[in-house]
């Protein structure tokens, strides 16, 4: 299928953990949830059509990555 010609979309935004941003400085995006949620989504006929990368301040000292994953069927 091409981007285009889906007739719905789903936005799933997956954040890095907020303690271990805090106490570690970064934790990372947590990949086994993603991959796990992608999966779900994927046997319900969802296909990836696009994904950033952001990083937000979080509580005014750390920075925090998200994912933010567009899904077209």
């Known amino acids: ?10 936005v799933i935004h997956i954040v890095e953990g907020g ?3 805090i106490f ?8 086994k949830k993603m991959e796990i949620t992608l999966n779900k989504e994927a046997a319900d006929g969802w ?3 696009f994904q950033v990368i ?3 301040r979080f509580l ?7 994912v933010i ?3 077209g069927r």
């Open 1 to 10: 299928m091409q981007a285009g010609r889906y007739t719905e979309y789903k």
């Open 19 to 21: 303690l271990g941003t």
């Open 24 to 31: 570690l400085g970064a934790s990372g995006v947590p990949i």
């Open 47 to 49: 296909q990836v059509v």
């Open 54 to 56: 952001e990083q937000k």
């Open 60 to 66: 005014l000292f750390w920075k925090r990555e998200a």
């Open 69 to 71: 994953v567009t899904l």
